[in-house]
C-alpha cells in the first residue's frame, strides 16, 4: 500500500495536481481535520520498502450511513478535492462507488443546509473514483494480482521452507493454514509452490470420501520414500456439505488413521506484514500507465499490461463467485475466479496423479537460476502421468555428449520446488552439439538453451535423428529470451536486488548526503537494473537499451545536487553491467564523486553472482511448475501429429518453439520465427515490452518527462470487452479475444 501511495502522490504532483493524504481511511474522510493533510514529494520518500500504510486505515460505520457520506463529502468541497483514489478492497470499493453515485445530492443537501455554497458546489460538480485492489487474497475479480498478494506468498514460504527442513528431519506430516476466508487464491499458490501433497480450497471442495483419500495418498507418499507431508488449508475451506474443514480436524484425521507424528501452523497476521516484495511495488508503477476512461474505474493488471476496468461490473463478479459457491456451483466458482485461478488448479490437479513409450529427456543448459527445479520436477511428473519414460541429462550439453543421461522418476524430484540452482547441473556450451539423438530434449535457460536450439534445428538437415520435437523455457535472471516477457528467475533476481538496495538505503538514514552506484547483471538487457529501479525508487538506470551520453550523466548529476537540498538526502542510481563500454561502473562512480564534492559522498557496489542464488520465490517456483507441465503436454501432442509407422519424424517450424509468455498468454513461437525478433549479437531481443515503463522511473524520481500510454489505452479495450462480457458468452468471443481467453 505504501508503494501506491508514493506513486500517487509523486505522478498527481507531476501531473499539477495538489495532492492530500487521507488518513484511518474512510474514518479521516468523515472526521476531517487534521486527518486529511497536504502531500509534498519530500513527504513519501523511504516509503516503497514499508509494509503496512503510513497514512493508516481503519474500518469505518460512518460511513456507511448517508449522514456520514454528507460530511466526507463536505470536507472535500472545502478542501478543492474533486478525485479520490481508493486503496483497498471489494467492500471499500463499492462504498466508493456509492459515494460517487450520490455526490450530487449530497451537494444539494449541503448547499440547502448553507454548509457550502451554490459556488463551491459548482466547482465540486464532479467526484472521478479510481480504485486501486490492496488485498492479500487475491480475491477481486478483473485483475491477475492485487497489491500485496505477491509480498503475503513471500511470508507464507518462508514459514513452509523453514517448516520442510524440521519435517523431513522428523519424518513430520505438516498442516499449514494460510488466509482466505472466501478466496482460495493464496492456499492454492502455496500448494503449487512447495509441492504440496494435499490443498483445501473454498472454491472446490473436497469429494465425498475424502478422508479416505487423503490418508491414501499421504501414506503411499511415506512409501515411497518421502520423509515429508505437507498439506495447505484456506481459513474457509470446507467440505460440500457446507461445513468448515480445520487444520485441527485433519490433524487428528491423520493422526487417528495414519498414526502420523503431525503438526499444525496457523499463519494469521504475519501474512500481511514484512516488506513489500519487488512484484507488489512495480504493480503499483505499471498501474499508473492505465489511461483515464470511465468514471469509476479500478486499475488492473492483465497479464504485463495495466488497465482501467468499470469498478462496478468488477465488484459483481466478485460477488458471482460467492453466489456460485453459495449455491454449490463449484466448477463455475472456479471459472469465476479467472483464467490464472483456474489454470492453477488444472496443473495442481494433474501433478497429484500418478499413472504410469517414449523418452523425454530434461537438460538444464547455461547459468544455474531460481526456478529451474521448480519446471523439471513439473515436467518430469507430468510425463510420467503421460506414460512417457522421463530421463535426466547432467551438465548440460557436456553431459548430453558424455553419456550422463539417467532415468528420473516420480520420488527423485520431490522437494525440488523450493531449491534454487539446477539440480541437474548446468555448463555454458561452447561447441556446437552435433548430437545424434533417439530422445525429446526440453532444454531451459537464457541465451545457451535459444542458440542451441536454433544450432539442433539447423542441424535436422544434416542428421535426421534431430527430427525430434523441443520446446526451450526460457529461465535466466536476464530476462533476456526473445519470445517471453518474462523468463524464470528474473523475479528471484529481482528481489534479490530490490532488497539488496532497501538495506543500502537505509545505511545512509543516519549519514544522509550520500549517493549509491549499484551494478546489476543482465548482459545487454536493461531488464533487472530498470525494473529494479523501479522498485527500490532509483534516480537513474544506465542500460543498453535506452543510449546514454556525457550530456545525460551530467543532467543526472545535476539532478541529484539539486535533490540534496530538499529534505531527501539519499541517491540511488544503478546501472546495468554492459550497458556502455566506456561509461564503466568505475568512471560513473568516479564522475559522481568529483561533481558532488562538498554536496554528497559515493559508494559503490557490485552485485555479481548473489542475484542468482538463493531460494526461489513464490513466483518463479509457480511460473515454472506451471511452464514445466505446459512444455510436456505440448511435447505429448506433437508427438502424436509426428509419429508415423513406428517412428517419429519432426521437422516443421512448428515442431521446435519457444514456451514464452506474452501479455496474457502462455504461447509456443517456432525458433526459427524469433531469428527475426533477435539482436544475436548483444543477445536481446529487438523490442521489450518494460522500455515504456522507463519513463515511470524518471517522473517519480521528479524529472521533467513526458509519457505514452497509446498501447496500453489499446489493451483497456480489449480487457474491458472481456470483463464487461457475461461467463457463458465469453466462450463465443471472437476469434482473436478467444485466442487471449485461452491462456
Known amino acids: 500500500m505504501n508503494a501506491a501511495v508514493r506513486a500517487t502522490v509523486r505522478v498527481g504532483i507531476y501531473t499539477g495536481a495538489k495532492v492530500y493524504f487521507v488518513h484511518e481511511g474512510y474514518q479521516g474522510l468523515v472526521d476531517g481535520g487534521d486527518n486529511i493533510k497536504l502531500a509534498t514529494w519530500e513527504s513519501v ?55 460517487r453515485k450520490e455526490w450530487a ?121 518421502s520423509r515429508l507431508n505437507v498439506i495447505i488449508v484456506a481459513e474457509g475451506a470446507m467440505d460440500r456439505g457446507g461445513n468448515p474443514i480445520s487444520s485441527e480436524d485433519i490433524k487428528k484425521l491423520v493422526e487417528k488413521n495414519l498414526g502420523f507424528d503431525t503438526r499444525t501452523t496457523v499463519l494469521g497476521h504475519v501474512q500481511r506484514g514484512g516488506t ?25 493488471l492483465s497479464g504485463n499490461q495495466a488497465v482501467r476496468l468499470p469498478l462496478m461490473e468488477c465488484v459483481q463478479v466478485t460477488k458471482d463467485v460467492t453466489t456460485a459457491m453459495a449455491e454449490k456451483r463449484w466448477e463455475d466458482a472456479i471459472k469465476l475466479r479467472g483464467k490464472s485461478f483456474e489454470n492453477n488448479w488444472n496443473t ?63 520420488t527423485g524430484v520431490s522437494g525440488w520446488t523450493g531449491k534454487g540452482g ?30 542451441g536450439g536454433l544450432e539442433l534445428v539447423q542441424g535436422r538437415d544434416k542428421y535426421e535423428e534431430l527430427c525430434i520435437p523441443m520446446v526451450v523455457i526460457p529461465a535466466t535472471v536476464s530476462n533476456n529470451v526473445p519470445g517471453s516477457d518474462f523468463s524464470i528467475g528474473a523475479d528471484t533476481a529481482l528481489n534479490t536486488i530490490t532488497s539488496t538496495c532497501d538495506r543500502i538505503k537505509q545505511s545512509a538514514a543516519g549519514t544522509k548526503r550520500r549517493v549509491f552506484i549499484i551494478e546489476t547483471a543482465g548482459g545487454y538487457c536493461g531488464y533487472l537494473a530498470t525494473m529494479a529501479g523501479l522498485a527500490a525508487g532509483a534516480d537513474a538506470a544506465y542500460i543498453y537499451e535506452d543510449k546514454f551520453g556525457i550530456r545525460d550523466l551530467e543532467m543526472n548529476v545535476e539532478h541529484l545536487v539539486q535533490k540534496m537540498k530538499t529534505d531527501v538526502k539519499r541517491g540511488l542510481i544503478l546501472r546495468n553491467e554492459n550497458c556502455n563500454a566506456n561509461y564503466t561502473t ?27 542464488g538463493g531460494t526461489p520465490t513464490p513466483f518463479d517456483r509457480n511460473f515454472g ?32 518453439c519457444v514456451l514464452g509468455m506474452k501479455k496474457r498468454a502462455l504461447t509456443f513461437q517456432p525458433l526459427a520465427e524469433l531469428k527475426e525478433q533477435t539482436d544475436f549479437e548483444h543477445r536481446i531481443p529487438k523490442t521489450s515490452w518494460w522500455l515504456k515503463l522507463r519513463p515511470i522511473m524518471k517522473i517519480l524520481a521528479k524529472y521533467n518527462i513526458s509519457l505514452d500510454t497509446s498501447e496500453h489505452a489499446h489493451m483497456e479495450h480489449v480487457i474491458k470487452k ?11 468471443a471472437s476469434p482473436a479475444t478467444k485466442h487471449e481467453e485461452e491462456e
Open 45 to 99: 520518500s523511504m516509503m516503497l520498502q514499508l509494509g503496512g500504510t503510513v497514512i493508516g486505515s481503519a474500518r469505518c460505520m460512518d460511513f456507511r450511513a448517508r449522514e456520514g457520506r454528507m460530511k466526507a463529502a463536505l470536507n472535500l468541497v472545502k478542501l478543492g478535492i474533486t478525485n479520490l483514489c481508493v486503496i483497498g478492497g471489494d467492500g471499500s470499493l463499492t462504498g466508493a462507488n456509492q459515494f
Open 105 to 225: 445530492t449530497l451537494l444539494v443537501d449541503l448547499v440547502k443546509s448553507g454548509k457550502i455554497t451554490d459556488d463551491e458546489a459548482r466547482k465540486s460538480s464532479h467526484l472521478n473514483i479510481v480504485g486501486m485492489v490492496g488485498s492479500i487474497d487475491n480475491d477481486f475479480c478483473g485483475t491477475d494480482m492485487t497489491i500485496g498478494t505477491d509480498s503475503a506468498l513471500h511470508r507464507i514460504i518462508e514459514v513452509v521452507d523453514a517448516i520442510t527442513t524440521t519435517a523431513q528431519s522428523h519424518q513430520r506430516t505438516f498442516i499449514l493454514e494460510v488466509m482466505g476466508r472466501h478466496c482460495g487464491y493464496l492456499a492454492l499458490v502455496t500448494a503449487l509452490a512447495c509441492g504440496a501433497d494435499w490443498v483445501f480450497i473454498p472454491e472446490m471442495p473436497p469429494d465425498e470420501g475424502w478422508e479416505g483419500h487423503l490418508c491414501r495418498r499421504l501414506a503411499d507418499q511415506r512409501a515411497r520414500g
Open 276 to 300: 513489500p516484495s519487488a512484484f507488489d511495488r512495480i504493480l503499483v508503477v505499471m498501474a499508473l500507465l492505465a489511461t483515464p476512461e470511465t468514471p469509476a474505474c479500478v486499475v488492473s
Open 348 to 410: 495442481y490437479k494433474m501433478l497429484k496423479c500418478v499413472t504410469s513409450n517414449i523418452n523425454v529427456a530434461i537438460v538444464n543448459i547455461g547459468a544455474p537460476c531460481a526456478g529451474m527445479n521448480a519446471a523439471v520436477r513439473s515436467a518430469v511428473r507430468i510425463g510420467i502421468i503421460q506414460g512417457h519414460n522421463m530421463l535426466a541429462v547432467h551438465d548440460g550439453f557436456e553431459g548430453l555428449a558424455q553419456g550422463k543421461i539417467e532415468p528420473i522418476t516420480w
Open 422 to 451: 539446477s539440480e541437474l547441473g548446468t555448463k555454458r556450451y561452447s561447441n556446437r552439439p552435433l548430437l545424434l539423438l533417439r530422445m525429446i530434449i526440453r532444454m531451459q535457460d537464457e541465451y545457451s538453451a535459444y542458440m
Open 586 to 612: 568505475d568512471f560513473i562512480f568516479a564522475l559522481y564523486s568529483e561533481e558532488g564534492k562538498g554536496i554528497f559522498d559515493c559508494r559503490k557496489n557490485v552485485l555479481g553472482h548473489m542475484q542468482q
Open 625 to 656: 511448475t506451471k511452464m514445466g507441465s505446459k512444455a510436456v503436454l505440448w511435447i505429448t501432442e506433437k508427438l502424436k501429429e509426428v509419429y508415423r509407422h513406428g517412428r517419429i519424424f519432426a521437422n516443421t517450424p512448428d515442431s521446435a
Open 722 to 732: 472481456r470483463v464487461s462480457m457475461p461467463a457463458p458468452l465469453m466462450k463465443k
